[in-house]
């Protein structure tokens, strides 16, 4: 495929998968009314079952993407603080 790992991807990936976590628990708890996790390697493209498909690439793609770090703290945020009120997540993709 298109993205490159090395024995220290997976590690770098739960890292930034973290990240996201700690943000999502930061705005939560009031710390901070916003948070952009700017991590490598991304994961937005990463699909529930790895190769993302499009109509441009029929073949897909990872995006060089390991974990969905941004629905994992959609995830995250809707199951950890539902007592806090979290029901809905907007994601927001601008790239």
């Known amino acids: 495929g298109d993205t490159a790992v090395s024995h220290q991807s997976f590690k770098a ?3 930034a998968a973290g990240a ?3 943000a999502v628990d930061a ?3 009031g710390e901070t ?3 952009f996790c700017a ?3 991304p994961g937005h493209h990463a699909g529930p079952s790895g190769v993302v498909t ?3 690439d ?3 793609s990872h995006g060089f993407c390991l974990i969905n770090n941004l629905a994992v703290g959609a995830a995250y945020a ?3 603080h539902r007592k806090a009120g979290i029901t809905r997540v907007a994601m927001v993709d601008f790239d």
Request: with cysteine.
């Open 54 to 56: 499009c109509p441009n």
């Open 39 to 41: 991590v490598r390697p």
């Open 20 to 22: 996201v976590i700690d």
């Open 33 to 35: 009314t916003h948070a």
């Open 78 to 80: 809707r199951c950890v």
């Open 13 to 15: 990936a739960l890292h």
């Open 58 to 60: 029929s073949h897909g």
């Open 27 to 29: 705005v939560v708890a």
